[in-house]
T-cell receptor
């Protein structure tokens, strides 16, 4: 099955700085890579996703890059704000009919220091 | 609120008791997933439904766990003879699948289970 590794487990940045979270996956058949943000006591919320036919995707201060050859993808948050503080999870999904589960990394706790 | 809802939000039970959780997906979403999340970990897949059919089950889903989605709308997850190791957040997610297109999974707020 798929295995997703996520680093770092914790990350502290000063407000206004950038944050980068990296994930690797094991199965080259994975073709969908979402990122979820989970604030304390709340549900995971999708913040951005990328399909395997795309190398980079941006949405305002958030961007995700994908390197299929190396089997890794990264989340970039620029101009961080205190409200960006949360746990971020990367995930991967295998392609093919009948396999729709997401395999998640262990999460990165991001703290943005005002 | 038109998002995924789950009930109850919290459940405390004694070891050996049975518990049942309910998930109401986003209206018209045809896929429904159950995940389990323990402290400091990402969600782990348990099972999923396409309409009323349960199509995939994780090895994490022991025979004490059973899930149903009888009319292809809400779903229930039952844990029989609960153990302390079952303490976790149980998350439900739903998605609208159209053909082979990749769809977004939307999560509910979860049910936090504590087994004493």
């Amino acid at each position: 099955g798929e295995n997703v590794e996520q680093h770092p487990s914790t990350l502290s940045v000063q407000e206004g700085d950038s944050a980068v979270i990296k994930c690797t996956y094991s199965d080259s058949a994975s073709n969908y890579f979402p990122w979820y943000k989970q604030e304390l006591g709340k549900r995971p919320q999708l913040i951005i996703d990328i399909r395997s036919n795309v190398g980079e995707k941006k949405d305002q201060r958030i961007a995700v890059t994908l390197n299929k050859t190396a089997k890794h993808f990264s989340l970039h948050i620029t101009e961080t704000q205190p409200e960006d503080s949360a746990v971020y999870f990367c995930a991967a999904r295998l392609s093919g009919a009948g396999s729709y589960q997401l395999t998640f990394g262990k999460g990165t706790k991001l703290s943005v220091i005002p | 609120d038109t998002g995924v809802s789950q009930d109850p939000r919290h459940k405390i039970t004694k070891r050996g008791q049975n518990v049942t959780f309910r998930c109401d997906p986003i209206s018209e979403h045809n896929r429904l997933y159950w995940y389990r999340q323990t402290l400091g970990q990402g969600p782990e897949f348990l099972t999923y439904f396409q309409n009323e059919a349960q199509l995939e089950k994780s090895r994490l889903l022991s025979d004490r766990f059973s899930a149903e989605r009888p009319k292809g709308s809400f779903s229930t997850l039952e844990i029989q003879r609960t153990e302390q190791g079952d303490s976790a957040m149980y998350l439900c997610a739903s998605s609208l699948a159209r053909g082979l297109a990749l769809e977004t999974q939307y999560f509910g707020p979860g049910t936090r289970l504590l087994v004493l």
